[in-house]
Structures are given as structure tokens and as C-alpha cells.
């Protein structure tokens, strides 16, 4: 989940020799040359990290958002706080009262029963967490 939230912060993920290069010129070096590159996971899950941190960076995804998060989602509620809040988000498990303007809700076939009474009376955009996790993963909003 620290992956996701850096993403979603739009940190930079190096690899090991950027901390051995930078002790042995004794000044931090650039992160660009030092990226983590996973071509496999950019192939299988269609992003790519240098994009998607350049992204977050530029904004944050769900800036403005308030997301309410059902129970049973995994990652659990502990993490999808986090990744939320990293990503500009104000994460709820219960439904605000006072209506806002962009409204999400993360959850998952478990807690189907509780987003359907939701779902009548909002204007809230519904996502499984799978989506969810991708759209941190590509910094683009799948709703």
C-alpha cells in the first residue's frame, strides 16, 4: 500500500543505486535517472510510472472528492484511508449528511446491500476497489 500512496502523491520510486550513488558523490542525485522501471507491471496493468507520478504531481486525483469507503473493501479501511488522503481525498465510512459536490463510493459485491439504499439517493459515482486501486495506479478516475 506505500506504493500506491506514493503514486497517489506523485513521489518518486528509485531504485537502490540512487541512495549508493548519491553517498559516493556525497550529494543527492536527480531521481529521474534512478526510476523504478517494471516494464512486466506497466505492460500488465497499461500505465506508466513515470506518467503517472508526473500526473499526481501535476494534481492530485481525487482533489475535492469526499469517499466513502464500505467495510468489507480490500485494501482494508486503515489503508484505503491513506491512500485517499494521499491522493487529496477526504475518505468517510459514513455517509455525510450534507450532500457535496463529488462524491465516491469505493466497495465491493460484499456490501452490496449497503451502497444500494446509498446509490437511490445520491449522485454519487459507485467503483469496486480493483478500479479503485487502478485508478491510483494510472492517475486517472475510472467512474
Known sequence: MKILSAIAK?????????????????NFQDVDEFLIVDKDAERKYKFQLKESLARAKTSRLLEGYTVLVTPSVKPGL???KVIITCAGGNFTVNWPIQRVQKELIVTCDQDRRRWKSIWNNSTAKIIDSDTFVMSIIRQKLNV
Do not use: F, L
Open 10 to 26: 506523485g513521489c518518486p520510486i528509485v531504485n537502490p543505486n540512487w541512495i549508493k550513488h548519491s553517498y559516493t558523490v556525497k
Open 78 to 80: 486503515k489503508d484505503m
